[in-house]
């Protein structure tokens, strides 16, 4: 499926991951571990935005391959209307916490 369903990163965990003393140096983040946080999620939902309308459907909550599949179903229906200014996009999904 390559970059048809790309997101962009997460600019301020990325900040917040840089090293305060180096590349190298003790505050060095710990980047395995960081990757493993962006993956920690609830399910996965699959995004449509039309640009011309700027309307945007959401589908699911979905698991991770479940997701691929629902976003290239989805890729392939529009694909088959015409539709290819439409964006499919795969985003995470984060349920709310309850309090302790």
């Known amino acids: 499926m390559g ?5 962009h990163p997460c600019t301020d965990l ?3 991951l840089r090293p305060e ?3 190298d140096g003790p505050g060095a ?3 395995i571990e960081a990757l493993a946080a962006l993956d920690d999620c609830d399910g996965y939902v699959v995004l449509m935005i039309d ?3 700027a309307e945007v459907d959401a589908h699911g909550p979905y698991g991770g391959p ?3 599949v629902a976003a290239d179903s ?3 229906s529009l694909d088959a209307e015409g ?3 439409v964006s499919v996009r795969i985003v995470r999904l984060h349920l709310p916490r309850r309090a302790a």
């Open 3 to 7: 970059d048809r369903f790309a997101s």
């Open 14 to 16: 990325e900040r917040s």
């Open 21 to 23: 003393t180096g590349p």
């Open 29 to 31: 983040p710990d980047w």
């Open 51 to 53: 640009p011309e309308t």
């Open 66 to 68: 479940d997701a691929a």
């Open 74 to 76: 989805l890729r392939t």
């Open 83 to 85: 539709l290819h200014d």
